[in-house]
């Protein structure tokens, strides 16, 4: 159905039924342990996850669904052995509990293959100018795959899920450790764990900035452009509440 075909009524109530369900994809970090997930609620996550933009259509993701629940165990603790790791180097990121990865009902791991960085406007020359182009390639793969993995947490969040998109498997050492374990080639980074399940607590609504904060027209509005200071006192302050608290409780 193209827009010129439908109603301006019916427009706004398509947008609407696809805004409630964006407006009610929240994260939740627990999960009940002993729901299952059917085959067919994965193959509608990741079929969605199929349809998604990339640059050159290059489609760079690969998504594997982990049932075992040994694996999920593994995966969990080594979360909360990072989460710990990373307290004692005192970032003073607000790190959540991992816990409740080790028993998500659902839980799907996402590789990017970065070559497909070779499929954008790239010289290939180790030039100067070629280092530039490579890292808009780079870029353009990780929105490519970011683009995806919404699209499945929002086909999850449709399936009225509570999801968790992890990124805390970047580090070289769980890459080392996890790859040889599940197959993955060498070529492919596991970049986002997706976990999902009815959740074990009812989901909160965390705090979004309001339209005219993220919102320009024609020329940017400087007034939504917090200075250094601002910003270093956002993290301070306002980071933690954000991260863990409902939209009520962030001043
Ligand atoms: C790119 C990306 C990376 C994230 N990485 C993590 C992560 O490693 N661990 C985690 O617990 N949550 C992670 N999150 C979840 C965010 O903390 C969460 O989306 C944010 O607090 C906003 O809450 P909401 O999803 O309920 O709107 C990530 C989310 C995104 C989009």
């Known amino acids: 159905m193209q827009a010129n075909e439908l109603s301006e ?35 509608m996550i990741i079929e969605a996850a199929r349809h998604a933009p990339s640059g050159a259509n290059a489609q760079p993701w690969h998504y594997i669904v982990i049932k075992d629940a040994a694996m999920k165990q593994r995966l969990g603790e080594r979360f909360v052995e990072e989460q710990r790791a ?40 180790g030039s100067e100018l070629d280092r530039m182009y490579q890292r808009n390639a780079e870029r353009i793969l990780l929105q490519s795959v970011a683009a995806s993995v919404m699209s499945a947490h929002l086909a999850a969040a449709a399936l009225g899920y509570a999801v968790w998109w992890v990124t805390a498997i970047g580090q070289d050492a769980i890459q080392r450790e996890f790859k040889p374990l599940l197959g993955v080639p060498d070529d492919i ?7 999902f399940g009815p959740p074990l607590k009812a989901s909160y609504k965390r705090w979004k900035r309001e339209l005219g904060e993220i919102l320009s027209w024609d020329r940017f509005n400087a007034a939504n452009h917090p200075s250094d200071d601002e910003l270093d006192e956002w993290i301070r302050k306002r980071r933690h509440k954000a991260m863990y608290r409902d939209a009520s409780n962030v001043d």
């Open 9 to 43: 009524q019916e427009r706004r109530q398509r947008c609407e039924a696809l805004l409630d369900i964006m407006r009610a994809r929240m994260t939740n970090r627990a999960f009940v342990a002993d729901a299952v997930v059917p085959d067919e609620h994965y193959e």
């Open 86 to 125: 990373r307290a004692r180097l005192k970032m003073k990121f607000p790190t959540p509990s991992y816990e409740g990865m080790k028993t998500a009902p659902g839980l799907i791991l996402v590789g990017v293959d970065f070559r497909y960085t070779r499929a954008f406007p790239v010289l290939n020359d």
């Open 189 to 195: 980074a596991i970049i986002d764990v997706m976990c």
